[in-house]
Each structure stands twice: as structure tokens, then as C-alpha cells.
């Protein structure tokens, strides 16, 4: 059974950084698409960035700016998010996510979920 396990998540002060992994099984890393979405309380699931399994390519809504950057270790089917300069509007339930393709930044375009993992940012 396809399976996403994230791990990472927890409880950090504004300022600190935190990396996220996502550990896909076997069947999973053939995904086109694979990363992270965030949700806020309240809030809707937002799309954080992505990764194509095969070419490397990245969408990503702040590594512009330098503050979060998606890698992947194909060998270990693995993913991470890291995350730095946090504050408090980082806060939520991270998601990792796998899919087929189709819009990168669409939450329709995955097809496979993980459970989440929690991230605060509270001083």
C-alpha cells in the first residue's frame, strides 16, 4: 500500500529553523509530484513546494526568498522541507503529498496523502 510518513515536525521559537522529511514507500517515489502543503487552524490547505521526482524541478512559494528549500534523496525515497526564519504564520499541519502531475501547486493534482505533522511557531 502507498504510504507518506512525515517526521520533524514540533515546537520552535520566531527565528528557529526546522527540516521536515517524508519518507515514501516503495510504490510512492514513481509519483511525478512529490511535496508539501501546510494548514493553518481556520485556514485551508495551502501548497508550501514541490519537487519532481525525476528532473528536479521546484516550485516553492518563499525559497525565493531564501527561507524554505525542498530536496530529495531519491535512493532513500525520501523528501525534505527545510524551513528557516520561522514565525508564527508558519504555523500548522504540514502534509506531504504525492501525485501523478498535473498542476504543481493544485492540491487536486496529488493523489496520495500523509498523516501531517505539527509545526508551532510560538515565543
Known amino acids: 500500500q502507498v504510504q507518506l510518513v512525515e517526521s520533524g515536525g514540533g515546537v520552535v521559537q520566531p527565528g528557529d529553523s526546522l527540516r521536515l522529511s517524508c519518507a515514501a514507500s516503495e510504490r510512492t517515489f514513481s509519483r511525478y509530484l512529490m511535496g508539501w502543503f501546510r494548514q493553518a487552524p481556520g485556514k485551508e490547505r495551502e501548497f508550501v513546494a514541490t519537487i519532481t521526482w525525476s528532473g528536479g524541478q521546484i516550485y516553492c512559494i518563499d525559497c525565493a526568498r531564501g527561507r524554505f528549500t525542498i530536496t530529495r534523496e531519491k535512493s532513500d525515497n525520501i523528501i525534505y522541507l527545510q524551513m528557516t526564519k520561522l514565525t508564527a504564520e508558519d504555523t500548522g499541519v504540514y502534509y506531504c503529498?504525492?501525485?501523478?502531475?498535473?498542476?504543481?501547486?493544485?492540491?487536486?493534482?496529488?493523489?496520495?496523502w500523509g498523516q501531517g505533522t505539527q509545526v508551532t511557531v510560538s515565543s
Open positions: 503529498a504525492a501525485g501523478p502531475g498535473g498542476a504543481p501547486m493544485t492540491a487536486a493534482s496529488y493523489d496520495t
